[in-house]
């Protein structure tokens, strides 16, 4: 299959999914949201692969969602064409990338914001480069329940999640690394290398193996809440589209508050 926003390669037992908008900082239109969701349906059925990466072009891993793409072609959706589109391209990809029976690592280097920041977040681990920084300030500049899946208490604590969504401010790599949302860190230059050094070294266990490890361990979410979570927060965010707060805050349009989300970020 030929992509034009993603580039999809292997090297050995590991395939990569790039997304591949630099100029756009890789923000994730639905073309790409289709790709990556193909590119990672042709990693997991593919015998050979035993590991996936997923990655950025460019100096970011991705600023998120196109939200002007959004407000070109999807501003005037119905209730229920809103929640179709966005529990196949949003929550549903996000979902598949967490159930996927393949171990998948984020390379995360720039930025790394609300939708990247769920899509990074639903891998089983990340490795950073010195400079990523991870933000979600959607409350703030959409007036909207955070993104669709609200990944973030499960991978940083319940604390850091308020103070991150309720401020709207970055997180360092050197500070996620320090909460453990991310594994490793390596300098910009030799984050490619030390993110596939990662994905062959676990690509030398048997395969089978690591994936009933890995179901075991996100069976212990899934008991502990995790899917009920983030199923009942997929409403609170669909509905929070239709709110006063979402009208008002988006009044000069998405890109208007996209500005603001950039600002915000840069504090």
């Known amino acids: 299959m030929s ?9 050995g037992a590991v395939a990569e999914i790039e997304q591949n908008r630099p100029d756009k900082r890789n923000a994730q239109n639905q073309l790409m949201l289709t790709e990556i969701e193909a590119a990672l349906d042709a990693a997991t059925t593919d015998t050979l692969v035993r590991v996936i990466v997923i990655g950025g072009i460019g100096g970011h891993f991705s600023a998120g969602h196109d939200l002007r793409e959004g407000e ?10 809103r929640w179709n589109y966005e529990e196949k391209h949003f929550y549903g990809l996000c979902l598949k990338i967490w159930d996927c029976p393949k171990p998948t690592i984020a390379r995360v280097q720039g930025a790394c914001v609300s939708g990247a920041f769920m899509m990074a977040n ?20 959409l007036g ?9 208490p499960w991978v940083m604590g319940l604390r850091r999640a308020k103070e991150m969504l309720f401020t709207g401010e970055r997180m360092t790599a050197a500070e996620a690394r320090e909460i453990g949302l991310v594994n490793r860190i390596a300098p910009v230059a030799e984050l490619e290398a030390a993110s596939m050094a990662l ?9 089978f193996g690591i994936r009933l490890t890995k179901r075991s361990l996100n069976h212990s979410q899934d008991v502990a809440g995790f899917r009920a979570a983030l199923e009942a927060h997929f409403t609170a965010h669909e509905l929070s589209h239709f709110t006063r707060e979402y009208r008002a805050t988006t009044t000069g349009g998405l890109g208007a508050a996209v500005d603001q989300g950039k600002r915000l970020i840069a504090g």
């Open 144 to 152: 909207a329940a955070s993104v669709e899946v609200l990944i973030h």
């Open 122 to 141: 639903m891998c089983d681990l990340v490795v950073a480069s010195d400079d990523a920084y991870f933000a979600d300030p959607v409350v703030h500049s």
């Open 72 to 81: 070109e072609k999807r501003a005037d959706l119905s209730v229920e064409d």
């Open 3 to 11: 992509y034009q926003f993603v580039k999809y390669s292997q090297l």
């Open 199 to 207: 994905a062959a070294r676990i690509a030398e266990a048997p395969p």
